[in-house]
């Protein structure tokens, strides 16, 4: 292993010259800026704990996909889209679901841990799906994770000022033409995929790392949406990339120090601020 | 006073659900221009007259007309204000944004012309007088300036028709007087045709061509002068109302206290 000098571009070249780093960076970068922009609407819709809960029913469908020997992010992805969906059907309201989601979270949860149970060697991988592994991530993974993100950002661009709208204002954006019903569960199914490429970098149980706590702060900086989109992005790739950084000089999961910089970023923010 | 073209029209309609209807046998025409009031108890079915006009609900039987067609839905010709709004003290978003929205958040994509939209914005907000408001956070405004920013949101797409539902509720009087004043101005300036739900028909009635009073699963509709009398709305409720006058023309319905519009 390299040592750390002072001079921080040759370290990054350094580091960039481990294929495993490699493809940490590439991945996390696409991820940070897929999860900082998605965290905004989390944020002003009110969904964090929907985000929250369909990284933990993901949970589940990543325990089983270890289970069947098939590679987790899918079972991921087809747990928390379903159950995403399932979310914007059933429940009127985002701010009025949390009985049913906490309902299901919690079954999701005990499901995972079964599988979990079930598989020999559960130790590892139970660990790097709920606290992030992505030191550990595939080259085929770094292309799954390209391919899903270059289609949520699609998504975002195309329903981005009815989502903004309907987010905003729900009862004129439906009397303007918006179909709220539809529209809730696309931005599901989108917070869904973008969870289920978020949980390689931080975990299913910190997912609020990446979705929430970068875009929070953001909305505590500035009053136009489009700024707040590009901090929340910004703030994220800061976190994942000096994470991924301090990681290789350090012994410690690299969630930790992303959780760590965007709390402490978030913490700043507010205490600069308070009010607004 | 509206001219005589008619704006929205309903022959003997009746809405709700089939089993249970909120009312029903309606007929009434409201011409170009005109300001008109919706009043009548909680339930009475208010809400659901605007949800007729945005396209968003279907009548039972009957049929109502605007614009000399049937309702649809995102129809820019029309301005609403919800009684009920997602927006709270900790929505940290320029009303300036919110505005634009109103104008171009039901189409996909990014804007192609954002200058000109956020100029029309600002014109917008200096109609309603809320320019110094632009940049302000919507969590931020008291009652009556929301209110100012929410007509904006229904007037920046230049409706012919404006429905504004209990825009007047949760401010002062004077609150009430300045946004009532500001509404009537628009209406005359622009020959709009506004439809306003109210509880206290009072800081309205000097401004009033006609009033429109659910109550009791039926619907009557005039003049303030001709609804609002005793007689019109003793058969409106079924039960002995009576209405009284001040010397200021403010009036009072009396009987009607314990009525509950829920009930059939």
């Known amino acids: ?276 | 006073m509206g001219t005589h073209e008619e704006i929205v029209g309903a022959q003997d309609l009746t809405v709700g659900y089939t089993s249970k209807p909120v009312w029903q046998n309606a007929s009434f025409s409201v011409n170009r221009g005109e300001f008109v009031a919706v009043i009548g108890p909680n339930g009475a079915g208010k809400t659901t007259m605007f949800r007729l006009l945005l396209g968003l609900q279907q009548p039972i039987s009957g049929i109502i007309n605007i614009f000399g067609a049937k309702p649809r839905r995102g129809n820019p010709n029309i301005g609403y204000i919800p009684q009920r709004h997602t927006i709270d003290n900790e929505t940290n978003i320029a009303c300036e944004e919110l505005v634009r929205l109103a104008y171009s958040g039901n189409k996909l994509g990014f804007s192609l012309s954002p200058r000109e939209e956020k100029k029309l914005a600002s014109d917008t907000l200096a109609v309603v007088g809320a320019t110094e408001l632009a940049n302000r956070s919507l969590g931020s405004l008291s009652g009556g300036e929301l209110q100012r920013i929410f007509l904006a949101e229904a007037l920046v797409s230049n409706p012919e028709v404006l429905l504004l539902d209990e825009p007047l509720s949760n401010l002062d009087i004077k609150r009430i007087k300045d946004l009532v004043g500001l509404m009537n101005t628009v209406v005359k300036s622009r020959n709009v045709t506004a439809f306003l739900v109210a509880h206290d028909i009072n800081p309205l009635i000097q401004f009033l061509d006609k009033v429109i009073y659910i109550a009791n699963g039926k619907v009557a509709t005039g003049t303030p002068e001709e609804v609002l009398t005793s007689r019109r709305l003793t058969a409106l409720y079924g039960t002995h109302v009576e209405v009284l006058r001040d010397s200021r023309g403010n009036i009072v319905v009396v009987g009607a206290e314990d009525y509950h519009g829920d009930q059939p």
């Not at chain 1, 989390?42 to 098939?70: D, K, P, Q, W, Y």
């Open chain 1, 1 to 276: 292993m390299i040592p750390f000098s002072p001079n921080l571009l040759s370290d990054l070249q350094a580091i960039l010259q481990y294929q495993f780093m490699q493809h940490a960076f590439e991945a996390g970068t696409v991820i940070a800026i897929v999860a900082g922009i998605i965290g905004y609407f989390v944020v002003l819709r009110r969904s964090s704990f929907a985000a929250h809960a369909l990284s933990e029913i993901g949970f589940a469908g990543a325990a089983g996909s270890v289970l069947i020997g098939i590679n987790p992010i899918f079972g991921l992805l087809s747990f928390s889209t379903i159950s995403g969906a399932g979310i914007a059907v059933l429940g009127k309201r985002a701010t009025n679901r949390d009985v049913e989601i906490g309902s299901v979270l919690a079954f999701a949860l005990g499901l995972g841990v079964l599988f979990i149970s079930l598989y020999a060697g559960y130790a590892t991988e139970a660990y790097s799906i709920l606290f992030g592994e992505i030191l550990g991530i595939s080259s085929s993974n770094v292309i799954i994770t390209l391919v899903l993100s270059l289609l949520i950002l699609i998504a975002i661009a195309l329903i981005y000022r009815p989502l903004l709208f309907a987010s905003l204002d729900e009862e004129v954006a439906e009397a303007k033409g918006v179909r709220i019903l539809l529209l809730g569960v696309i931005f599901m199914l989108l917070l869904a995929a973008a969870v289920s490429i978020a949980v390689q970098v931080v975990g299913v149980l910190l997912i609020f790392a990446l979705m929430v706590t970068p875009a929070a702060t953001a909305v505590r900086l500035t009053k136009k949406p489009k700024y707040a989109v590009l901090i929340s992005v910004l703030i994220a790739l800061f976190a994942t990339w000096t994470g991924l950084f301090i990681s290789f000089y350090a012994p410690y999961p690299v969630s930790f120090f992303v959780t760590a910089i965007v709390f402490i970023t978030y913490l700043v923010v507010r205490f600069v601020r308070p009010t607004r």
